[in-house]
């Protein structure tokens, strides 16, 4: 590698954190790049065939160097004189795909560099020099306000990046091609989507054919698909061949064989790529074979099967695709490198520095395992020159856990690069923003990946400065502080860290918040540094708060309940109303998962009395009710769910309404609102008065995928495994249940709700004779999607096998209701995109059987089927029974035989916008029905009652008839 110049580094670090170059009024000679009072005064020049990187550099130069000096530099192939010329380097320069020349000669500046990305970069370093230009995260860029942009005449560097592959893998890095440009970032391997732009350079170190850079046994061979026939290609563990968590049997040459074809196929689909990955899976179980063993043995590592077999594999490749490397892990059992086997030149080994200590640097710690890695990397180096590091630089448990190692990566970078290391990858919190300084770590890393020697002091009082504005006095002294505390620990610092910190005082966390409370006064008129100090602030509010789950909740003193419902409400509060795009935990979803089912408990669940914010004057839109009556005292119960935004979207909230003078009037007493305004969507609620008398209040929770547009739904469904774009992970859909008394409104208190599915639950659930309670379950867009869930206690809950199977053309939302027989059969009424589908089950519900022909014709919306007390069966739907006339006309229909025949058709509302039917009975039989009418515009809440023998006549022959009663309207 060509060393830094005295002059160069000097400059470097200028980059690093000082005052950007101006030429002031004294200079004797210097070029000027742009100059606010000469907005004319010159222009970029680009080669006649520059590529787009060179042409989006010549833009960047011209967008930025407006930005500070307002002069707008044209950008053109020669003409007038130009102030700035990008020119194509000659590969006899040897600055290879990223490095560059700058120069300032004959009173022009000259960017040097080749058409992938060096000129591009060189445009990068130009403004971050000469013009003070930061982009310290996708959303934070410092663009300093200048006179003029001058460098001093006669001025030359050149410069080369100390790593060929530079990945700080965080997530703002990882998903903003623009910023990663920005920062000279070029590891675009792991980039989720799309590869990278031609402007950016392209992705020169992308793997190919589906195969990664890690964990690919179980693609090339997949178990599932051959272990049944030939269980002799995998791990013989402990006497028996393994087919789950499984590794392959590296001395079978039939393996041998059929992975090496496999790979040749995918590089012929996919030729180009630098990389293929053939790898060990993410577990150990290697194969323990007698001829296994022996090589492994003779080797003195299990490195030793897993060289020599890449090797094989990599001699086939290279045949057929000489410039293709086979890239392979030395991670966990495979990370010490074989005593005899050498790597073909094809073959890159990727070592992994996961159970190492983060502490301490890893040349110098005396920790075991970072003394048995550097020999592990120093045995690899021995090897090769083109070494591949896999780099762990947070906390993969609790993203947000505060994690002291920022002291650490300087020394790290260095001990790899002075390793032949030439691809590093530096994984951080890749799945959201804001882990413990998250954004420094990566910016810092980007910049130490191309030149390992800069100031790291200098590089985190720049970032500091411009990130956190007045408030980086007090993270500066924050972070080194703790750094120092957990270094006297001696303690290993895991990437598995259960955020306890053992041995860190708790008066570093009592100078800590008030540090941060410092800070974010210091900003508070601040607005985009203010939110920048918020997420910071946010890693010590999870830390404190883990600290204090620590202990038993039911020990805790009333100032520490009080503490951790503060903590949670804050935490909640920034996750989901205040952060910009993702924030996730933790790398498993389970774990962001169970953070927020704390926080919601500590700070409430979301149950409460309904307040201005929830006020029917602010709703836009009321919908889906559902109606129950208690059979002591008659109080009607109703809820619905409603939002202040128009549609269905990410801030629904349900609500519970009560009347105790038979409907005459109601009182909203409680509403369900987990999150304010963020993204969680509470919905789709349901009453029912169970066997033991108590009220069921049940409603579903979803993380909306796309809260940001206010809309619930993706293309009218939901978006299932998109995530929520604030905390990540799968949208899971959980339904909930508070248990209430059916004869007293609720008078206060807190409401702790339990979740006793998975799903969606829009229709009452069925009391079987057997005394179990039937709970219908949907999990949209699944096969089966209409299932079933069932108590026999109330408390425990558990999913039937089987369930309604839909052609995935007709699924839609389900809604299905179940009748039992008195046979034991059970009747099912589905909701599909065509109407409805009614179905039979002789199991309990494990197989169904549609009925044939189909007997009802309905508009896809829910119904209301089921048993009444006097036996006979209610049906009420849309229209006549043999035709689809869309939302309107609702009518209720009665069958005296068990289903086989209906009567009647009694109207109970003939206008349009009138959906989602429910009902309930008073102990004389007197039927009371719920529906809304108009979502958006009345929002109308209502309620009718008739009779049996209303309905099978089709008129009002009781007297009983009451129809439209209002329990909900737009005021």
Not at 189 to 201: I, L, M
Not at 234 to 263: F, H, M, W
Not at 809 to 826: L, S, Y
Request: with cysteine; charged share 30%; net charge neutral.
């Amino acid at each position: 590698m060509k060393k830094f110049s005295a002059t160069a580094a000097a400059l470097v670090l200028f980059a690093a954190g000082c005052p950007p170059f101006r030429a002031a009024a004294e200079e004797t000679s210097s070029v000027t790049l742009a100059d606010r009072a000469n907005p004319a005064c010159g222009r970029i020049e680009i080669p006649a065939d520059a590529s787009p990187s060179q042409r989006h550099a010549a833009e960047e130069l011209a967008v930025y160097l407006e930005k500070t000096t307002g002069a707008r530099l044209a950008v053109g192939l020669g003409g007038a004189r130009a102030a700035i010329r990008i020119e194509t380097a000659a590969a006899a320069e040897g600055l290879g795909e990223d490095g560059f020349t700058l120069e300032a000669r004959d009173g022009v500046y000259v960017i040097r560099g080749s058409r992938v990305r060096g000129c591009l970069y060189g445009a990068y370093e130009t403004l971050e020099r000469f013009a003070g230009v930061r982009w310290y995260s996708s959303w934070c860029e410092k663009t300093p306000r200048l006179d003029a942009v001058r460098v001093p005449d006669g001025f030359r560097e050149t410069q080369k990046p100390a790593f060929a592959m530079r990945q700080p893998f965080w997530y703002d890095v990882n998903t903003h091609r623009e910023f990663a440009a920005r920062n000279k970032v070029n590891g675009f391997n792991h980039v989720a989507s799309g590869g990278v732009d031609a402007k950016f350079g392209g992705d020169s170190f992308r793997f190919g054919g589906g195969l990664g850079s890690c964990h690919t046994f179980n693609v090339l061979l997949p178990p599932s698909k051959h272990f049944d026939a030939h269980p002799e290609w995998y791990s013989l563990v402990k006497g028996k061949r393994i087919k789950e968590r499984t590794q392959l049997c590296l001395t079978n040459p039939e393996v041998l064989d059929r992975v090496a074809e496999e790979v040749l196929r995918r590089i012929r689909k996919d030729p180009g790529a630098k990389f293929y990955g053939v790898s060990q899976n993410d577990w150990y179980n290697y194969c323990e074979c007698p001829k296994c063993k022996a090589v492994d043995d003779e080797e003195g590592s299990h490195a030793g099967t897993m060289v020599r077999f890449v090797n094989a594999v990599a001699e086939r490749v290279e045949k057929e695709f000489p410039d293709a490397i086979v890239e392979t892990l030395a991670y966990q059992y495979t990370r010490k490198p074989p005593k005899l086997t050498k790597l073909r030149k094809n073959v890159v080994p990727c070592l992994c520095t996961i159970e190492c200590d983060f502490a301490n640097p890893l040349a110098t710690g005396t920790y075991k395992e970072n003394v048995s890695f550097r020999e592990d990397v120093r045995g690899w180096a021995r090897q090769t020159d083109q070494l591949y590091v896999w780099d762990y630089v947070t906390d993969f448990y609790h993203y947000l856990c505060c994690f002291p190692n920022v002291e650490v990566l300087q020394d790290n970078v260095k001990f790899f690069r002075d390793n032949n290391v030439k691809e590093l990858f530096e994984q951080g919190a890749y799945q959201g923003h804001h882990g413990h300084f998250a954004e420094m770590k990566a910016w810092i890393l980007a910049k130490l990946l191309w030149n390992p020697e800069a100031d790291v002091q200098a590089l985190m009082r720049d970032f500091t400065d411009g990130y956190y504005g007045a408030a980086a006095p007090y993270v500066r002294e924050d972070c080194a502080e703790l750094c120092d505390l957990y270094r006297k620990t001696k303690r290993p610092l895991s990437i598995n860290e259960e955020v306890d910190l053992v041995g860190v005082p708790e008066e570093f966390f009592v100078r800590s918040r008030l540090r941060w409370n410092k800070a974010l006064e210091a900003v508070k008129a601040d607005p985009e540094r203010l939110y920048n100090v918020k997420a910071g602030a946010a890693a010590l509010d999870y830390t404190m708060l883990k600290r204090l789950m620590l202990k038993d909740e039911a020990k805790w003193s009333a100032a520490e309940r009080a503490e951790a419902g503060t903590l949670a409400a804050r935490l909640l509060r920034f996750a989901h109303e205040e952060a910009r795009g993702y924030v996730r935990f933790g790398e498993w979803w389970p774990n962001t998962r169970r953070c927020t089912d704390d926080w919601r408990r500590f700070a409430g669940w979301g149950v409460f009395a309904p307040d201005a914010a929830h006020a029917p004057g602010t709703r836009r839109i009321s919908l889906v009710s559902s109606i129950e009556r208690s059979p002591v005292n008659g109080r009607l119960w109703a809820t619905w769910y409603a939002s202040p935004l128009p549609g269905e979207n990410h801030q629904c909230y349900c609500v519970l309404a009560t009347s105790a003078d038979d409907g005459n009037t109601w009182r909203e007493v409680l509403v369900v609102d987990p999150d304010g305004d963020g993204p969680i969507r509470a919905f789709d609620p349901e009453l029912w008065i169970a066997p033991d008398g108590k009220l069921r209040w049940t409603w579903c929770e979803r993380f909306c995928a796309n809260s940001e547009a206010g809309n619930a739904w993706n293309g009218g469904r939901p978006a299932k495994g998109k995530g929520n774009p604030r905390l990540g992970g799968e949208d899971v859909d959980r339904l909930m249940m508070l248990t209430l008394d059916a004869e007293n409104a609720p008078a206060g208190g807190a409401f702790r709700p339990v979740q006793i599915a998975s799903g969606v639950m829009m229709c009452k659930p069925t009391a079987l004779k057997d005394g179990r309670w039937l709970l219908p379950v949907a999990e949209w867009f699944q096969d089966p999607s209409s299932r079933f869930v069932a108590t026999s206690n109330g408390v425990d809950y558990a999913e039937l096998p089987g369930g309604v199977s839909l052609p995935e053309a007709d699924r839609k939302f389900d809604e299905h209701q179940v009748v039992e027989h008195a046979d034991g059969r059970w009747t099912c009424i589905t909701r599909t995109k065509r109407g409805l589908l009614e179905s039979v089950s002789a199991d309990g519900g494990k197989t169904w059987a549609p009925r044939e022909p189909q007997r009802f014709r309905h508009t896809s919306s829910r119904t209301f089927f089921r048993r009444l007390a006097s036996g006979n069966l209610l049906f009420v739907k849309h229209g006549p029974l043999d035709r689809d006339v869309g939302r309107k006309d609702l009518r209720a229909y009665v069958s005296d035989d068990d289903g086989e025949t209906w009567k009647g058709g009694l109207l109970l509302d003939e206008r349009e916008g009138i959906s989602y039917p429910d009902a309930c009975q008073k102990p004389d039989g007197t039927i009371v029905l719920t529906y809304d009418h108009d979502r958006t515009g009345d929002q109308e809440i209502l309620f009718c009652e008739f009779t049996e023998a209303d309905a099978m006549a089709g008129r009002d022959v009781s007297g009983k008839v009451k129809l439209r009663r209002t329990i909900s309207r737009k005021p």
